[in-house]
């Protein structure tokens, strides 16, 4: 997924992103095909919510992108001052200190641009998440186990079937040579009574099992991506709160020049570090919409295949 892909979100209220543009398929395509199964099914319900829990991620992601965008606004004067600060004590006059206090007070201003995990609603996505993930896995586990047991069925009925064919053999022989001519008639009886389980039934749990998979398949992806991007929140988070801390040691020193050099210093060796991790939270979140949108496509595909299957 492309940058451009995604919309201009800045200054938006979180909780009323318009990500249609970004959230494929759309919302409308979904709700319509979801129309044409029971309504009052397990299935429907658990890819429902499903899909809900995907919107919910795709907000989340939004979100942290304008996360990242304030990160960078937040750090481009600070990527200024490394670049004109000089390296060496010796160096430093009084214009390069006041110039990193005037750029330490503005980052002082401003607001962590990352939510603490703690805070957010980090852990109630997770969770959902999870219990998604384990209903989904039982009630697959429960539609594979009734066709394995109609697989059974079919492999017992064949040996019936077999037995029958054998019964009519013997019977024809027994006949031929005029002999035991009282149990041919037992003989020529099938062995068993079994049925020959519909394929059509078989068909229908395979789909129901399939479904099941895939959404569990989109769940458990989800939680992984989930995960990462949180760890790195969480780092970038901390990683801010403590420039922060530094920075306010500095600007209580006044013009002391040497706490400006120390902290100027330490935000030189993490600099590129932290800007590492910033362009590593960026990919997973664009990986992590990426991945929603392929699960949603493959998942309305296998319920629009189950559909034709059943019509």
Sequence with gaps: ?????????????????????????????VNQALRHINPDSTLTRLVSTYF???????TLC???????????ALY???SDLLHEFPSDLSSIRLSHCNSALGVFVRFDSLDNPFPSPDSHNFNE???????????????????????????SATTGSAICLIGSVIGVVISAVVISTHALAAI??????PFCPCGVPSSLKKKQLAHMAQLYGATGSGTFFHINYLESIVCLVDLLHSAVKDDR???????????????????????RNNHNKFFGKLKELEDHIYFCLDAVNKSRANLLDQIQLHQSSNS
């Design 1 to 29: 997924m492309q940058a451009d892909n995604v919309i201009e979100i800045e200054g938006t209220d979180t909780h009323k992103l318009r990500f249609s543009p970004v959230l494929r398929p759309s919302r409308d395509s």
């Design 52 to 58: 809900e829990h995907g919107e919910s991620i795709t």
């Design 62 to 72: 939004l979100m942290l992108l304008q996360c990242v965008s304030r990160a960078r």
């Design 76 to 78: 481009a004067p600070v």
């Design 125 to 151: 996505i997770h969770r959902g998440f999870c219990q998604l993930n384990e209903q989904l896995d039982h009630h697959r586990n429960k539609y594979l186990s009734r066709l394995r047991l109609l697989n």
């Design 184 to 189: 041919v008639g037992l003989v020529a009886t």
């Design 245 to 267: 801390n530094l920075i306010r040691i500095a600007l209580k020193s006044g013009a002391d020049i040497y706490p400006v050099y120390e902290v100027v210093k330490y935000l």
